[in-house]
C-alpha cells in the first residue's frame, strides 16, 4: 500500500466535529491512473458476480498522490460469505492481469472480507474504521453508514495497533527466513510502515488527528518521544525507499519493535482477542 498524505482543509484529517473524515475520494483520483480504475470497475463485477457485495479503494489512488510507475493500486472487497481459496484465485489473477496491462501501477493489493465480519461489533474499531476512514466506495454497497463515527481516540489506537506484541514473533521467523536481498527488502519496507503507523497511533490521540503520510507519523512520534525520533524518521525513510541490510531487521525486531510494544501496552492497552 503507497501512503503518501492528502490532508483535508479542516486540518489534520478532521471535520467540524473532530471526528475523522474519509480521506480519499474518486474526484481525486489522477487523470493518469483513471483507466485502471475504470477497469476494475468492469472486471469485479465479472470475476466475483453478486458474490461481491461491495468494492472500496484505498492508498494513494483515491487520495490523489499516486505516482506513475510506483504506486501500487490497493482494492478492499466486502463478500457475501467468508473468502475462499476461489476468491482468492480470483484476486490474484484480476490482479495480475491488471499489473501487465497498465505501467502506470506497480502492483494490485487486493484485502478480502466478508460483509459480515467488517460489521461485526469486534472489528468496529479496526476494520470498520479503516473502511469508513481510510477506504473510497467504488462499487456495490458502502458500509459506512452502519458503521461508528470515529474520534482519534485511545480506543482507536488500541483496536488498531494494539496487538504489535502478537507480530513480533511472527517477524521473527520472516527475518531468520528472508535469505534473498529481494525477500528482505520487501521485510523491511512492510516492518518499517507498520512500525511507524503504530508509533503514530500511540500518541494519535494527543496530536489529534489523522494522517496517511510516514514522514508526517514519524514527526508527530517525535514530539513525544524524543529519545526515538532517529529511529522513526529513519523507519519512515525506509517505508518508501527500503534497503536488504539484516542488521536493520535485527534491530527492528529486537529493538524498535518491542520497545514500542511495551510502550503501547502501557498507554492504550491490550487489542481485544480475534477469534
Known sequence: ????????????????????????????????????????RHRLPVAFGARMTGAYLYGSI??????????????????????????????RDLGERLDAEFPQIDGVGTLLYSRTRLLNDLEAYDLGWFVACLCTPLLGEDL????????????????????????????RTRVAEATTEDARRTLVRGVSRHLVRTGFTLVMPRWNGWTSDLGEMAEAFAAYYPERAVQMRAAAVRGYEPNDDPA????????????LAGEYTRVHGIKAPRP
Do not use: C
Open 62 to 91: 483515491p487520495r490523489g498522490t499516486a505516482r506513475v510507475g510506483r504506486s501500487d493500486l490497493d482494492l478492499l472487497l466486502a463478500l457475501d460469505g467468508e473468502p475462499t481459496e476461489a476468491d482468492r484465485e480470483g484476486a
Open 1 to 40: 500500500m503507497d501512503v503518501t498524505p492528502h490532508r483535508h482543509a479542516q486540518g489534520k484529517g478532521l471535520d467540524s466535529e473532530g471526528r475523522l473524515r474519509r480521506e480519499g475520494s474518486l474526484a481525486l483520483i489522477p487523470d493518469a491512473f483513471r483507466p485502471v480504475v475504470a477497469a476494475v
Open 144 to 171: 459506512t453508514p452502519r458503521l461508528p463515527r470515529y474520534r482519534p481516540d485511545s480506543r482507536l489506537a488500541r483496536e488498531t495497533n494494539g496487538d504489535l506484541a502478537l507480530l513480533l514473533p511472527r517477524w
Open 248 to 259: 536493520v531487521l535485527r534491530s527492528y525486531v529486537d529493538g524498535l519493535g518491542p520497545w
